[in-house]
């Protein structure tokens, strides 16, 4: 049996255990080529955001020989029984029986050492995206003396305090695989207990509950300190763990019914439909590919400004094509936006000033605060929020929103998503560190930081000057990214609203919203979208 794996976090993705399928996908999505120039800078985008570990072959002694243990039998002495690596994890195991292997204990050392929030690991012999729980510990047992359950036919498991999030998050992945052009069905999605069968001492389960399973219930497993007799003993200190290291979703990516798919079936490696799927070439590898990049988007939260004006910003595409358009959110100037990684938007505030300072600290004007059930941030769905149009007695040049605003004006997006997620006192770096602004978790130099709200880049817009191809406030806007650079610094500006607006602005938590005369240009707006009031483009 061989592994392969993949470790995201919102900075990071999971590891894979595989077959050749899952082996031969792992290292194709390391290289993910893409013909498409903007499909390529949504790809680095993603590069520049998550920290991406990729592990082809994790057991690289079993699939050199063929068999599914780890063979430790000594040179020139009597064979010993091959160790399966499958089963080699300090969780729901015996303390004897855990860590005896290579392959469990480079894992170890990797995850006791970063934060990742997500991991997907490969196998093969069935077809079926799984999730926590699938242990003993959480799992029925069968009555004695009765057989283990059948592969597919588990028993209904406790679920995880993250089960909404990785069951909705695991929907995405499979739609994002799809059926690889025929060649297999679209992954089911649920408990690894119920779609595969329970086990003792997985990966799975070791990964996303052994930092704190048993401190929360102390009728659940806890993380077990290992005490193996191979490989000349591993210290009690590798598997004696803190709070802040296990706590990342996982996958079981069980690829394909066969171990070995077809040769034919497996597809082929490159150009754009490599991502999108459905076109020549299509297989069981770039279908997993697919399920790969998606789970890196989904690793952490992005929120990008695509259009501003109908003038493309980059990255302006993503591996789902844009839903269509449903018409402006507003009657002055659209921008569209994307939030990546989310599952729901909550809600999305628009802030935009102009050079002479912004009004109030920004993240105390976000709102409305957040609830439960936000609009669905479907992939591929573009959002809208308008800019208002100009102040009465000011009167556009050419009728556009822009051609009154005094050069240049400011634009940044901030969000909040999935706030449903945070209902079951959910335990894993992934879900937290999108909802709670306090959540913080740190090993060595690996932090994972908590946000209540996300942020796009900061844009410069400027309406083209008189003169310009079919005079100003006809032509397409200018729009400069200007993240990180002074002029692109929200906060710490001088507060310069203008003569007799201080009050309507509402400056400082709990104030009134701003007055419809004090939302003029040249000042400071917000444009609100939540639930209903959310212009959702497609989707």
């Not at 599952?343 to 000033?353: E, K, N, R």
């Amino acid at each position: 049996m061989a592994f392969a794996e993949l470790l995201a976090a919102a900075a990071a993705p999971p590891l894979p255990t595989g077959a050749s399928t899952g082996a031969a996908a792992a290292a194709a999505a390391a290289a993910v080529p893409a013909a498409d120039p903007a499909l390529r800078l949504w790809l680095r985008r993603l590069l520049d955001t998550r920290t991406v570990t990729v592990i082809p072959m994790t057991n690289a002694v079993g699939y050199a020989t063929g068999v599914r243990g780890e063979d430790q039998s000594p040179a020139g002495g009597p064979a010993a029984a091959p160790l399966d690596p499958n089963r080699d994890f300090a969780f729901d195991v015996a303390a004897t029986a855990c860590m005896r292997t290579v392959a469990g204990r480079s894992l170890n050392e990797l995850l006791r050492s970063r934060l990742y929030t997500l991991l997907l690991t490969f196998h093969g012999g069935t077809n079926v995206l799984g999730y926590e729980w699938g242990d003993w510990g959480h799992c029925p047992r069968p009555p004695p003396g009765a057989p283990p359950p059948a592969l597919g036919r588990g028993p209904a498991c406790e679920p995880a305090p993250d089960a909404k999030a990785m069951h909705d998050l695991g929907l995405r992945l499979s739609a994002a695989a799809g059926t690889g052009g025929g060649v297999q069905a679209a992954y089911p999605v649920g408990t690894m207990g119920a779609l595969v069968y329970p086990v003792g001492g997985g990966m799975e389960d070791w990964a996303y509950g052994a930092s704190w399973s048993g401190a929360r219930d102390k009728e659940e497993p806890a993380a077990v300190v290992c005490t193996p007799g191979t490989l000349g003993g591993y210290p009690a200190e590798r598997t004696t763990l803190g709070n802040s290291t296990h706590r990342c979703i996982t996958y079981l990516v069980e690829t394909a019914d066969e171990k070995r798919p077809h040769a034919r079936t497996l597809g082929t490696v490159g150009g754009v439909g490599h991502l999108r799927g459905g076109g020549p070439g299509d297989g069981h590898v770039p279908r997993n590919v697919r399920l790969m990049v998606a789970a890196v988007d989904g690793a952490g939260v992005s929120v990008d400004i695509v259009a501003v004006g109908g003038v493309p910003v980059e990255p302006a595409a993503s591996m789902w094509p844009p839903a269509s358009s449903t018409g402006a959110a507003g009657g002055g100037t659209d921008v569209e936006f994307y939030v990546g990684g989310a599952l729901t938007v909550d809600a999305a505030t628009l802030h935009v000033s102009t050079g002479a300072g912004v009004a109030s600290p920004l993240v105390a004007a976000v709102g409305p605060a957040h609830g439960t059930g936000g609009t669905p941030a479907a992939p591929g769905t573009r959002f809208r929020l308008s800019l208002p149009p100009p102040p009465s007695g000011v009167t556009p040049s050419g009728g556009a929103a822009l051609a009154a605003v005094p050069p240049p004006l400011y634009v940044r997006v901030a969000a909040r998503v999935d706030g449903d997620l945070a209902a079951t006192r959910p335990e894993s770096h992934l879900v937290n560190a999108r909802v709670d602004g306090a959540y913080r978790h740190a090993v060595g130099g690996a932090v994972v930081r908590g946000r209540a709200v996300w942020y796009s880049r900061t844009l410069r817009v400027a309406a083209p000057p008189r003169g310009a191809a079919g005079g100003r406030g006809t032509a397409p806007p200018a729009v400069v990214d200007v993240t990180g650079t002074p002029e692109g610094s929200w906060d710490g500006r001088p507060l310069t609203p203008p003569p007799g607006t201080a009050a309507a602005m509402g400056v400082g938590g709990g104030a009134a919203a701003p007055s419809k005369a004090a939302r003029g240009w040249g000042t400071f707006l917000t444009v609100a979208a939540a639930g209903a009031a959310a212009a959702s483009v497609g989707g």
